[in-house]
């Protein structure tokens, strides 16, 4: 499976529009829990884990040696967990047609062009092209909308 732009309908968010998209609430049910990230980039990895503090998230850094986390949510840093094209797009086909994965990803990266962000959104997957408060404060928004005893942390396809 291709991410070809032909497969993929036009997003039609505010976004597009340049109007901007609100931040979501923030609960603080989040507060203690911990978001894995995937990267290797120590830029990335801090930016994160200074936004994450203001949620009362805790960051597992993961690196690709690691694997991928058996957590209901995590984060990849789509730029260096895959650094060519081809392999980010093979990369999210598989993640994707795993049979059990996270219930909630989320992916930064700003080399994902339209078409792929498009395509990870139709699947489910919360996709920037930027590590910001906005995809880190969804990502506490579903973790807060999670059991703190969540035994069920991947979802079967």
């Known amino acids: 499976m291709t991410l070809s732009s032909e ?3 036009r997003r039609t968010g505010s ?3 340049g109007q901007p998209t609100p931040l979501p609430s923030r609960p603080r049910a ?3 829990r911990t ?3 995937h990267t290797f980039d120590p ?3 801090a930016t994160l884990e200074e936004l994450a503090q203001g949620l009362g998230l805790a960051v597992e850094h993961r690196e690709p040696r690691d694997g991928l986390a ?3 949510v995590i984060l990849i840093d789509a730029d260096f967990w895959w650094t060519r094209r081809e392999d980010r797009e093979r990369g999210l086909c598989e993640l994707l047609q795993r049979e059990s994965r996270p219930v909630v990803i989320g992916v ?3 080399q994902l062009d339209d078409d792929q962000l498009d395509w990870l959104e139709q699947n489910g997957v919360h996709a920037r092209n ?3 408060l906005e995809i880190v404060a969804i990502l506490a928004d579903e973790l807060a909308c999670l059991p703190a005893d969540d035994g069920a942390s991947v979802r079967t396809t």
Request: no cysteine; glycine share 8%; aromatic share 8%.
């Open 30 to 32: 989040s507060a203690g």
């Open 130 to 132: 930027r590590l910001d």
């Open 15 to 17: 976004a597009l529009l």
């Open 108 to 110: 930064h990266g700003w």
């Open 43 to 45: 830029v990335n990895l």
């Open 70 to 72: 058996t957590a209901p």
């Open 35 to 37: 978001l894995p990230y």
């Open 7 to 9: 497969l993929l309908p």
